[in-house]
């Protein structure tokens, strides 16, 4: 393994439950994992990130304040902690790619992730690359997703139409090029998991839905999941985005109290179970009713509901022969590929690989993305 095949990754998801950093080598279109640590986010820098959520002022102020700071102090000690781990020398790595906390994201307009590259770089003193999504908005994009180009440079096969969604906070889906379509095509289809971890931690005092079980337990409302699913985002057509802000506790709130819907906990964890998986079928059966695999990664993969959901809409909607399973069959886990693909873009910053995501974000042309710190 030579420097410069050696990136690392390091994010922090919308969800907020943990930092992940991984170590990468790149090679003829092939992410392998060198090492990977999962870490716990420090509570009072949870606190602290949350308020900024919706704040009105962030947009102006956020790098001036110390939270910025604190956050790469964490990261550069758990970037530290993972090389020394990994039993590598930091002379190996060629540079880091810090995503840092999304606090707020509105589509075309901005995407503010808290976190300075500077103070990681001195922390590490490796070279740090960041400010991936805002410089696809001033390239006239909307900022996300950025996944579908690493999942194509990652996990594309020549001779299938294969799918790749990542269940995070939001879902994405990745259209991949194979023989008949070199074009990568992709976008958000809409809440992942943010719901479904809001009402559990504020109906169930839990974290998130550990494995679907709570899910699983009660049902969905049709009448429901058929008011939600009539929702303005769903009828966009593509490039497009959304956030955490969006597909908020208030905005089922909302629906419920407009609506006068009364409906139990547990059944209203259901519905918004299912909201995930039959917005994600919804949105590749509009693009492609004939695709033969779809492969899944992001947190949502261990949630045995969706998962089971996924599985009866693609077989209703597509058609009964397709593949859905993991990523795990395609030998990554479905919790390193989203390090892997900041790894990965710091890699092409280094490079100086222009990305097109006109496709994709819509952003006017093919450019390098990243700045270097």
Known sequence: MTRKNLYIGILSGTSMDSIDCGIFCFDNHKCQLIYFTENIYPTTIVKSLKKLVNSSNIDKNFKKLQINLELSEIYGEIVNKTIKKSKLSKNQINAIGMHGQTVSHEMGKHSIQIGCPKTLSDITNIIVVSDFRQDDILNGGSGAPLAPLFHNYSFRKLDKKRVI????????????????????????????????????RKKFNLKYDVDGKISSDYKFSKKLLKILLDDKFFKLKPPKSTSTEYFSYDWVSDILKVNNINISDGDLLATLSELTSLSIINSISEIDQACDEIYICGGGAFNKSI?????????????????????????????????GLFAWLAKCKIENEKLDYTKITGSEKPIVIGRIS
């Open 307 to 339: 998962m089971k959901s996924l599985k009866k809409y693609s077989g209703e909607m597509l058609h009964e022969n397709v593949t859905l399973d993991t990523v795990e069959k395609l030998n990554i886990s479905s919790k390193h590929v989203e390090t």
């Open 165 to 200: 969604v990542n269940i995070g906070g939001i879902a994405n889906i990745s259209f991949l090029s194979n023989k008949n379509n070199e074009n990568v095509y992709g976008f958000d289809s809409g809440p992942g998991n943010t719901l479904i971890d809001v009402f559990a």
